[in-house]
């Protein structure tokens, strides 16, 4: 058995030991700190391209979800077995109880975003409103709002995902492991 102490010229080297708990924590902590510096991604400008195609893709939408809908109410037009829903929806759209109107309106809600000539004028509306909603979000209507609002919030995730990338990168830099 050698006795360390014994030794003459020789300091003992104390034993230090990272531990790995401590380790990992400094990576959650470098990739939650990372997330929340990159969750400001929120506040940068909204860009007027990514409003249009956001304002357009819930217009499409949103008439893929009328056209589904009165689809399922023509059959039941067709079937003699109209639902009080369905014909308040159809008094709400403006529209008789009626196989040959609901096909029509149909017809014009998918021209109207499927029509390159009617696509390009939608989206120049909302090209052309940009610059008063981002001055007044009172003047927005509902898809405008919901369009600006979802391009703010993907930003947002875009945002916290990078700097959760980057804050555990520099985090895996910084750990002894």
Request: charged letters at 20%; proline letters at 3%; hydrophobic letters at 40%.
């Amino acid at each position: 058995m050698v006795n360390y102490d014994a030794q003459i010229g020789q300091m003992p080297v104390p034993y230090t030991t990272i531990s790995p708990s401590g380790s990992r924590k400094r990576k959650i902590g470098a990739t939650l700190a990372g997330a929340m510096i990159g969750m400001n991604a929120y506040y940068i400008p909204v860009a007027k391209d990514s409003f249009v195609n956001r304002a357009f893709d819930l217009t499409k939408k949103e008439a893929d979800e009328q056209i589904a809908t009165l689809k399922s109410i023509a059959e039941e037009v067709s079937n003699g077995n109209v639902s009080t829903e369905s014909k308040m929806i159809l008094q709400d759209m403006g529209i008789a109880e009626d196989v040959s109107a609901i096909t029509n309106k149909c017809t014009a809600l998918d021209k109207s975003v499927s029509d390159p000539t009617a696509v390009k004028a939608l989206k120049q509306n909302f090209s052309r409103n940009f610059a008063s909603y981002k001055k007044n979000a009172a003047l927005m209507d509902n898809i405008c709002a919901k369009a600006y609002k979802g391009v703010r919030q993907n930003k947002f995730k875009w945002g916290a995902g990078i700097g959760a990338g980057i804050g555990l990168a520099l985090g895996l830099m910084t750990s002894r492991d």
